[in-house]
């Protein structure tokens, strides 16, 4: 290439080097999506809940009553929230040695309980007002 095609070369090369070569400011990254929110009906406070149907302790599993059965560390809090319609009870039948008993009283629709177990063991409980039908579901404590 001769040297004056060269130096009329060379304008046009730079014009074509800056159309579209700049880069745009680079934005910051999108803030983290928030945490997903808890499950339908889990009880505030609670590491793990309990649902409380008519005639049936169900646990997050889906296991129901008898086979029912939650574990937890020791220090963390179970909660149970009543979804059915009629009066229940959460009351301990047998709890480990040193370990508090528990009972609820009655509570209904929408209404939630809390323990926050200390001793590590195997927690039992039923339904006082519908002993025959709800009973025996467990908590063990690590």
Excluded: K
């Excluded at 009543?82 to 008993?101: K, L």
């Amino acid at each position: 290439m001769r040297r004056r095609e060269f130096l009329t070369a060379v304008p046009a090369m730079l014009a074509l080097a800056s159309c579209g070569d700049s880069e745009a400011p680079t934005a910051a990254p999108p803030p983290p999506p928030p945490p997903p929110p808890p499950p339908p009906g889990a009880v505030p406070g609670a590491n793990v809940t309990v649902m409380i149907e008519d005639n049936a302790f169900v646990d997050p599993d889906g296991r129901r009553n008898t086979e029912a059965e939650v574990a937890i560390r020791s220090g963390e809090t179970v909660g149970w929230r009543h979804v059915g319609a009629n009066p229940h009870t959460v009351t301990s039948t047998d709890v480990p040695s040193g370990a508090r008993a528990f009972d609820s009283g009655t509570i209904s629709n929408d209404d939630t309980f809390t323990v926050t177990p200390t001793v590590q063991g195997t927690y039992t409980y039923h339904c006082a007002t519908h002993p025959s039908i709800m009973l025996d579901a467990r908590i063990i404590v690590t």
